[in-house]
């Protein structure tokens, strides 16, 4: 007699407030990160205009990030930091895949 497997499919979806989270907290870790461009609410995660937006594409996660740098940090070298971590930190913390992460600079804070 044969031995049938049976394997049970299960799905996890992940909350697109859980990624913004992840992203935020990815974001305001890397240096030269003054603050995001505007805040996180309730309302903002509804009508998808706060600084952090998540476009999912299946599973597949595109993010697009606001940020205000410090005023004497390199602006394309805070950017392309942010890409990794939040990149990274997403990938690892949800096990969603992100595509890309766009990041735009609002804004330079100077002490």
């Known amino acids: 007699m044969d031995d049938v497997k049976k394997t049970a499919v299960s799905r996890l979806k992940i909350s697109e407030d859980v990624i913004i989270t992840v992203a935020k907290l990815a974001t305001l870790d890397v240096k030269g990160v003054a603050s995001l461009g505007g805040e996180i609410n309730k309302m903002s995660k509804l009508k998808n205009n706060g600084p952090i937006k998540i476009s999912m594409m299946g599973d597949v996660a ?12 390199k602006a394309s070298a805070v950017a392309q930091e942010v890409q990794s971590a ?5 990938q690892n ?3 969603v895949a992100v595509a890309r992460v766009n990041v735009a600079i609002v804004g330079a804070v100077f002490d």
């Open 62 to 73: 595109a993010i697009d990030i606001n940020i205000k740098i410090k005023g004497s940090e």
């Open 86 to 90: 939040v990149k990274e930190n997403v």
């Open 93 to 95: 913390m949800t096990g």
